[in-house]
């Protein structure tokens, strides 16, 4: 059985940093592209970012793009994510997902794992 799970998220002022984690057991991150995605109330679920599984292209949204950064650690099937000088717009719920391909890496439908989400909430 495939399960994600997230940790990290919290309550930060603008301007700190905090580093999300998603643990997976029942399948090897390695082989799948990893993506974050957030959502806020009353909004659709967003693209954050993502990586390819061999050649580790990454990608970002361009809300996010100079300010998070995607990583792996294959050794421990953990994908991170860091953000940096964090704005009261990121407050969401950041939810880490996974797939073994897809043609749309920016959208939410491309993906078949999910976590349940780790909530990140920035304060002025």
């Known amino acids: 059985q495939v399960r994600l799970v997230e940790s990290g998220g919290g309550l930060v002022q603008a301007g700190d940093s905090l580093r999300l984690s998603c643990a997976a057991s029942?399948?090897?991150?390695?082989?799948?592209?990893v993506g974050w995605f957030r959502q806020a109330p009353g909004k659709e679920r967003e693209f954050v970012a993502a990586?390819?599984?061999?050649?580790?292209?990454?990608y970002y949204g361009d809300s996010v793009q100079g300010r998070f950064t995607i990583s792996r650690d294959n050794a421990k099937n953990t994908v991170y994510l860091q953000m940096n000088s964090l704005k009261v717009e990121d407050t969401a719920v950041y939810y880490c997902?996974?797939?073994?391909?897809?043609?749309?890496?920016?959208?939410?439908?491309?993906?078949?794992?999910w976590g349940q989400g780790t909530q990140v909430t920035v304060s002025s």
């Open positions: 997902a996974a797939v073994l391909a897809t043609m749309e890496i920016r959208n939410a439908k491309g993906y078949n794992y």
């Open positions: 990586e390819q599984s061999f050649t580790g292209s990454t």
């Open positions: 029942g399948l090897t991150f390695s082989s799948y592209i």
